[in-house]
């Protein structure tokens, strides 16, 4: 299906773009929004945990996350991805991303921006556009919406966890064993996996890495906006979630969609903040205060 509008939500991991896409997503009317464009340029596949932390010397934090062994393995590339030919992935991820009223959702994050820029200029249509004018070439009608999360080392904390884990929500270990599932409705092997996690570990460079990163990635997003002159729908993560409904409804306004007549909204996803992340928020602040006051050092292998 070839879409009449679209949107782009713009993010950088943990920033609660998954909940705000989950939202509108469910309400039918607003696409699909998914990550369809996250595969990296040299490995046809989204960014491992690791290369979150490529250039880092650290090796605690190496030998932290190659302890790793349930779920280790990267998803298999999809059969349709092509360098050289993704205009047919393209065209796939329209289809699925397509809701029947002609609207398409995607989701991006800045760390792999660059790569699929790269791939659409594989695409002889779209080679030499410059970068203003390439992604309203590609996506039609397009609206930019921008999550942003403002507690940021909240966000940090998350992002740690989630790369210890490798895992990004909290239904994906169902998922990943959704094609066999018993018959209480609880995929087979799950309390074993659960079991045999890596246990979470604090990690003061681990997590001050993981802030930089993510403010270099949000300052990316903000000259990218600048650069070509786009003014996003902005989504504070925290306005959203502390009011689900109406922070849906109001986004959906200003796509310009409202939901179908009687649409109910579901549950929402679970909060997967924990007394880990308040732990771990307070000892990152301690040690950050210690190290700029001279109050305390920050300890090795922290």
Known sequence: MNPQRSYLVCAT???????????VGETGVAGRPEEYFEALRH??????PEEYFLGVEDPSIRDHLGEREIGSEPPPRSPLWSRAAYDRYLEWAFEAGTTENGVFGAKLMWGYF?????LLRNIPAYRDLPL????????PDLTFVRVVRANKLRQAVSLWKAVQTATWREDQASAKAASSVED???PPYRSFIEEHRPQLRFHYRAIAHLLDQLLVE???WDAFF???GIKPVLVLYENFAAD????TLHLLSRLGLSPPAGFEFEPRMKRQSDKVNDDWVRRYSELRLGSDFDLAPVPIGA
Not at 13 to 23: F, Y
Not at 244 to 247: A, N, R
Request: overall charge negative; aromatic content about 6%; proline content about 7%.
């Open 13 to 23: 991991p943990r920033s609660g773009s998954t909940l705000v896409c989950h939202a």
């Open 184 to 186: 209480d409705g609880a």
């Open 226 to 228: 600048e650069h070509c």
């Open 43 to 48: 490995s046809g596949r989204p960014r491992r």
């Open 244 to 247: 689900y409904e109406t922070s």
């Open 114 to 118: 660059g790569d699929f820029v790269s």
């Open 132 to 139: 203003t004018e390439l992604l309203p070439a590609v996506f």
């Open 218 to 220: 949000e300052a990316s």
